[in-house]
């Protein structure tokens, strides 16, 4: 049963800093991969969908990263702004109708 | 205008209680989801529907149902709402498999059952 963990479940950094956000699963036959932002109390923004083929996607200052054999995914965010705070999730679609998401890491950047 | 609208924002119920959650969508796409959201836990699949024709129970079924009433609009309906039900419900859709693949999700809805 394919399990997705993220981990720290929060975290607080200073503006500016680099940080990277960690993705990890527990079975590598995945589809694809996604990350999402998520304001509090609002929907999913989609920020980047990397396949099963690729090694990583980059947007911006937003870089992801797919290491299928390790089961991990990293989400790599240059010189963070408190406008980054929220909570990003990552989500494994397994093919079929199967997605499973984890239950996220929240960012807080301070000012 | 949104590209996934859901209705209402909020919602505050008592339990036993009929209710409906709507969502319409722009994107063009065939599928639709609904899924749930609790504190601290990932979203969970309630329900999901490939095209008007074909709708299929998601992990967390029990006590919901659901209408694809076209393409663009898939409700959720919870029979007799319980409280473990109060959740942030949220609705999206995907396009087929390709380049459009990742989900679109529509702002949530959050239902509290008291």
């Known amino acids: 049963k394919q399990e997705v963990t993220q981990i720290p479940a929060a975290l607080s950094v200073p503006e500016g800093e680099n940080l990277v956000l960690n993705c990890s699963f527990t079975?590598?036959?995945?589809?694809?991969l996604q990350w999402f932002r998520q304001d509090p109390g609002k929907g999913l923004t989609s920020l980047l969908l990397?396949?099963?083929?690729?090694r990583e996607q980059t947007s911006g200052r937003l870089n992801a990263s797919l290491d299928k054999s390790s089961g991990r995914s990293t989400l790599y965010i240059a010189a963070s702004q408190p406008g980054d705070s929220a909570t990003y999730l990552c989500a494994v679609d397994t093919g079929g109708f199967k997605t499973i998401f984890g239950a996220g890491t929240r960012l807080f950047v301070k000012a | 205008d949104a590209d996934v609208t859901q209705t209402p924002r909020n919602r505050i119920t008592k339990t036993g209680k009929r209710i409906m959650l709507e969502c319409s969508q722009t994107k063009g796409h065939d599928r639709m989801y609904w899924y749930r959201q609790d504190p601290g836990l990932g979203l969970r699949l309630i329900y999901y529907?490939?095209?008007?024709?074909?709708?299929n129970k998601g992990e967390i079924s029990d006590g919901y149902s659901v209408s694809r009433q076209a393409q663009a609009k898939f409700s959720l309906s919870l029979e007799s709402a319980i409280p473990n039900q109060t959740a942030l419900y949220f609705c999206?859709?995907?396009?087929?498999?390709?380049?459009?693949?990742?989900?679109?999700f529509g702002s949530g809805t959050r239902l509290t059952v008291v």
């Open positions: 990397i396949q099963s083929s690729q």
């Open positions: 079975d590598s036959a995945i589809y694809n």
């Open positions: 999206a859709t995907r396009g087929p498999t390709g380049t459009n693949y990742g989900y679109t």
């Open positions: 529907s490939f095209d008007v024709k074909d709708i």
